[in-house]
């Protein structure tokens, strides 16, 4: 009896401990002073790198943690998309790439702390901003402003999200990796320009915010008013210029950009570690305490995701980690010996305001103090050409031209910006040599278009009102009669079609036949197409298909900007003079099933199941380089474990699916810019250190692994211009030095 009691007193205690260690575990304090964001009350001096979710595979993300962790990160940064967790009002989506919860509970098992952007506005290139596009119907919605619609959307999309991270226990609060969260996202210009309706609007998002309970600081980035106790912070090239808005709150780098996006057309940038570095060191220097590279994986813009419009396809960012997750030298080595300098010197740079000293014209040293075994410098040279030796604490220091030492002792130098001692990592594409089998080819019939359309009306449609963009594509279609007399029928020269589109490209035929193409840029969406047409006597019928290629991603009331076929359509050269057809009758192709866009995206000939459901023909020759076609062939996985690419450089525009999943839109449009000599010395833009010109901007596009079966891997093609898949090739994408 006495032996059962002291094990009943024994297992009390057990259960005791348990609870006592659980609670403290859940006791973890987020706060911050003027120095630091503080952890249990210690400040600390926090390196973050921004990985997104849905732009790798649930496969990838343990080994991008992983080395995100051994790259010095103490926080992984992600944005939450709305439009792909809210499809559609009230149905919700957690899967897949989706999955946010395995994504942050994957950053905690790998020990690090996590900072949630809800926005849920995000820009990042991403699809109409991360906004769905059935919000844009909300009746009487604004976006971002002082709006009763949109704030009852925006903060019931954040309850939810802040309700299933309290329920899984993810905020530090609660024992979870979520130390800090963001509302809204890069407000300043919006805010600027609304006047007192976007001050409202803030006001009560930061209140919004807080009144959820969180445990956790709220950051505010590019939004100088934010509203106490939101902590306001920097995005850019440089930040050392940057001051919160209250003198007791820390500086924060919510974007330190590590490269920048690419678009159709463009070139790819790259930014040099030794200039990144350099802006690292100097906002450090300057009393920063927390810096998130944007991005340090970039990833892949899969399916449709991309915005812009004319974002590629892959976003790679010239990140430390590059898009297919393999490790980019010198940019990943060179900052991971950054960070080990500035984790020397934590203690210091935390514990004290640095005592500035000049060393020369352009030669300054920022020293940290904080006791006798407390001390470190930072020893910075500005000028852009020359390098310095100069003289500190009775020592002397060489530094090279754009550069800064870190000494966390104040007298050994461990590191400096400009020299790298990494080699540079070469990319090889190499063939797989897994052939394509077969390729066979299904029509995008035109000749029935006009017999299939259910939808009428007098004059012109906006795109997105009637995809709501389920589809890239729209067809405009109509019919216009041409009589016998007409001189142009009698050797005359042939009549001009002019049409004018807000965007983003179009196709255009006549009586079936391709005439030709207009494309629109990211700069300039809107783009006019001018070009003499074969028509004969009778009914013509003319079909243009107008195709987005990502919506805007920024912009002030970007919502409201239209896409598809806006302006004029008119003939020009007939006998009686222009023939203007904007205002006649216009036929759109809808189904009953509510389908839009292209004959094969209703069959579903992307996946397994719907391509088996039709009839293809073997490829020729002779089907190579033509409009509005459908591939198919089947592969087989290769063996290793490299990751893997198709090489579309054979192709002209369009999408790709493999077994049912988007690799996302390729295009073969050549990169025009400046590529001359690079230089890491000076103030970094995206317009420097340009790189592909003459090029495809992209041409190859990344296939998870994951994605792959052993045997029988279906791949689709859906070509808009003309092209030869029989050229298209799986390669593994390796890097040596």
Known sequence: ?????????????????????????????????????????RRRLLISGSIHYPRSTPEMWEGLIQKAKDGGLDVIDTYVFWNGHEPSPGNYYFEGRYDLVRFIRTVQKAGLYLHLRIGPYVCAEWNFGGFPVWLKYVPGISFRTDNGPFKMAMQGFTQKIVQMMKNERLFASQGGPIILSQIENEYGPESKALGAAGHNYINWAAKMAVGMNTGVP??????????????NACNGFYCDGFTPNKP??????????????????????HRPVQDLAFAVARFIQKGGSYVNYYMYHGGTNFGRTAGGPFITTSYDYDAPIDEYGLIREPKYTHLKELHRAIKLSEHALVSSDPTVTSLGSYQQAYVFNSGPRSCAAFLSNFHMKSAATVTFNNMHYDLPAWSISILPDCRNAVFNTAKVGVPTSRVQMTPTHNRLLYWETYDEDLSSLHDRSSISTIGLLEQINVTRDTSDYLWYMTNIEINSWESFLHGGKWPTLTLQSAGHAVHVFINGQFSGSAFGTR???????????NLHAGINRIALLSIAVGLPNVGLHFETWKT????????????????DLTMQKWLYKK?????????GETMNLVSPSGASSVDWIRASLATHNQQLKWYKAYFNAPLGNEPLALDMRSMGKGQVWINGQSIGRYWMAFANGDCSMCSYTG?????????????????????????LKPTQNLLVVFEELGGDPSKITLVKRSLTR
């Open 683 to 707: 103030t970094y833009r995206e317009t420097k250190c340009q790189l592909g010109c003459g090029q495809p901007t992209q041409r190859w596009y990344h296939v998870p692994r994951s994605w």
């Open 523 to 533: 700069e300039q969406r809107e783009f006019t197409f001018t070009k003499p047409v």
């Open 1 to 41: 009896m006495e032996t059962h009691s002291v094990s009943k007193l024994l297992a009390l205690y057990l259960v005791a401990a348990l609870f006592v260690g659980s609670e403290l575990i859940q006791c973890t304090t987020v706060s911050y002073d003027k120095k630091a964001i503080l952890i249990n009350g």
């Open 218 to 231: 709220w950051v505010m980035c590019k939004e100088d008013d934010a509203p106490d106790p939101m902590i």
């Open 248 to 269: 007791y709150k820390p500086t924060l780098w919510t974007e330190a950009w590590s490269g920048w996006f690419s678009e159709f057309g463009g070139t790819v940038h």
């Open 564 to 579: 598809g076929i806006q302006g004029s359509v008119f003939l020009d050269g007939l006998s009686r003079g222009r023939k």
């Open 591 to 599: 189904t009953l099933s509510k389908q839009v866009g292209l004959n």
